[in-house]
């Protein structure tokens, strides 16, 4: 996988928790108990997808630009899509992506709920 950075920047978020989906063999990643990204493992632990969220229309539109990202594999194909680990897109996209997921997850929380999970401030990561 190229994204060796993935799981520390994804720990750095505010309120991200992780967990492994045995059944599924996902390591999966939380806000606020709901997931927002999944690295999805084959039966040798190597990764074969990375999911997450995106609005419908970026997601729509990121699909056509890159071969690499196509609709959520074992997913809403509407809302998720999954990234090839050793696919062809940037870093920086990537980032992109991992960072709407989380928002886009987040905003579906009450904003007393968004407060508790980020902590007092209210600032997102």
Known sequence: MRYL?????LMSKKGVTKDLQ????WIRY????????????DDRNEPYYI???LEPLEGDFLRK????IIPGYYSNKK????VKPDGKVPDALMKHMLDESYQLVLAGFS???QKEILGNG????
């Open 22 to 25: 045995p059944v599924w063999n």
């Open 122 to 125: 209210g600032e997102q990561a």
């Open 79 to 82: 809302h998720w899509n999954s």
């Open 5 to 9: 950075w993935m799981d520390e920047y």
């Open 30 to 41: 939380h806000v606020g108990g709901k997931m927002f990204a999944a690295i999805c493992l």
């Open 111 to 113: 904003k007393k709920r």
């Open 65 to 68: 630009q890159y071969e690499d």
């Open 51 to 53: 999911n997450l969220k």
